[in-house]
């Protein structure tokens, strides 16, 4: 018997969906394999209306990839890349998460990856605030998957930081001097 039922994220009753959702994450988070046969189950979450589905789907590919052994992730990344820019900044949070989560799996996409999530800088969601807090999930993102990074976007990944050490929401501009003072620290002078 499965630990989990698909069916669930379809009832109407909140309680049994959303509880069903949250067993989903943890399931990911703790067992991948578990949820690995149903990967294309959770590709069709990224084009739901629900945003809490789309989230859970964007979530449950980034915890997959660490036992993708049938390197299905691959293919869907323009899919999952293209939720960077929805407009919707905890979309784009939770996308940058997974991605972090792919280039720890599968270091010969960091680089790639991380110029993606570097684009955050250009895209424009709610409002300002919002824009910000998206930046700061890429700085809190990026920082454990530095050594994974070629020496051009490890340059690429300082200019960014260097320039939201100003950052009008503070804590993203913690962010930014966090992650410098632990990758470059002589980037800050």
Not at 139 to 168: C, Y
Request: hydrophobic share 40%.
């Amino acid at each position: 018997m499965k630990a989990y039922d698909l069916a669930s994220l379809d009832s109407k009753d909140p309680q049994i969906k959303y509880g069903m959702q949250k067993r989903i994450l943890e399931l990911s988070a703790s067992h991948p394999e578990t949820l690995y046969p149903d990967f294309d189950y959770f590709v069709r979450l990224l084009d739901s209306p629900n945003n809490i589905l789309l989230w859970t789907g964007i979530l449950v590919i980034g915890n997959m990839a660490r036992i993708d052994r049938d390197h299905k992730i691959e293919p869907v990344l323009p899919q999952l890349v293209s939720r960077l820019n929805t407009g919707r900044m905890i979309t784009a949070g939770n996308t940058i998460k997974a991605l972090g989560e792919v280039i720890k799996a599968k270091p010969t996409l960091a680089d790639p990856l991380t110029r993606e999530i570097l684009k955050v800088k250009n895209y424009h969601y709610d409002t300002e605030e919002c824009d910000n807090i998206a930046i700061g999930h890429a700085l809190k993102n990026l920082e454990p998957v530095w050594e994974l990074l070629s020496t051009d976007v490890q340059g690429e990944v300082i200019q960014f930081a260097r320039g939201e050490l100003h950052n009008p929401r503070p804590a993203t501009a913690k962010k930014a001097e966090k992650m410098l003072k632990k990758v470059a620290p002589g980037s800050l002078l």
